[in-house]
């Protein structure tokens, strides 16, 4: 089984200031690792990915993230945030193929002018 | 262009009567899911499909039915067994070539 832990289900934070919101995850195999993010009332609209290869993972709208393998964690960072911003995000694994994908309970950025 | 398509966005339900959220996708993906987001509690897998004709029950399957007679469209009913059916309702597909699933809009889901 696999699970997804975000450690906080809010975040405030100063416009231009730097964010990042946190995920650990646990698994028994290798997995995916996913973040989302969500606008109000809408879909969810991937922001990066994790698959192989280098541990920091660039991502849409100048966010990253950063695969820790020995933590097991899966940290969103933005260096600036913007008012735009302000929105949920989701980390989700699953471990590839149609392997059911398993999210936190998600996490509300919001940015403050 | 391609993508997932769930209509209606708002939908209003009196207790006691069935209805169905509309889920279309063309990007010819295999399997289709929908999710129930509640505040506070995140995604929650409801049904899935992975193949024509076939689905599995999610976590939260009891009240909802599905069926999965072409590729491209994947209903759900909320049934009236379903004793909170308040919620916004998210329909996902995914392909064999991707790692991650695709989104649509969503449905808000109102019982009045």
């Known amino acids: 089984a696999q699970s997804v832990t975000q450690l906080d289900s809010q975040v405030p934070v100063f416009e231009e200031a730097p964010v990042e919101l946190r995920c650990n995850y646990s698994s028994s195999v290798s997995v995916y690792l996913f973040w989302y993010v969500q606008y109000p009332n809408q879909g969810l609209q991937l922001l990066l990915k994790y698959l192989s290869g280098s541990t920091l993972v660039k991502g849409i709208n100048g966010f990253e993230a950063e695969f820790n393998k020995s933590q097991t964690s899966f940290h969103l960072r933005k260096p600036s945030v913007h008012i735009s911003d302000t929105a949920e995000y989701f980390c989700?694994?699953?471990?590839?193929?149609?392997?059911?994908?398993?999210f936190g309970i998600g996490t509300k950025l919001q940015v403050i002018p | 262009d391609g993508g997932i398509t769930q209509s209606p966005k708002y939908l209003f339900r009196k207790e006691g009567q069935n209805v169905t959220l509309s889920c279309e996708q063309n990007?010819?993906?295999?399997?289709m899911y929908w999710y129930r987001q509640d505040p506070g509690q995140g995604l929650r897998l409801i049904y899935y499909s992975q193949i024509v004709n076939d689905f599995q029950k999610g976590d939260i399957a009891e009240g909802y039915s599905v069926s999965r007679e072409k590729k491209e469209s994947f209903p759900l009913t909320v049934t009236s067994a379903q004793k909170n059916p308040t919620a916004f309702y998210l329909c996902?597909?995914?392909?064999?070539?991707?790692?991650?699933?695709?989104f649509g809009q969503g449905t808000r889901l109102t019982v009045v």
């Open positions: 989700a694994v699953n471990r590839g193929g149609y392997q059911k994908v398993t």
């Open positions: 996902a597909s995914h392909g064999e070539r991707n790692t991650e699933a695709f």
């Open positions: 990007l010819n993906h295999d399997a």
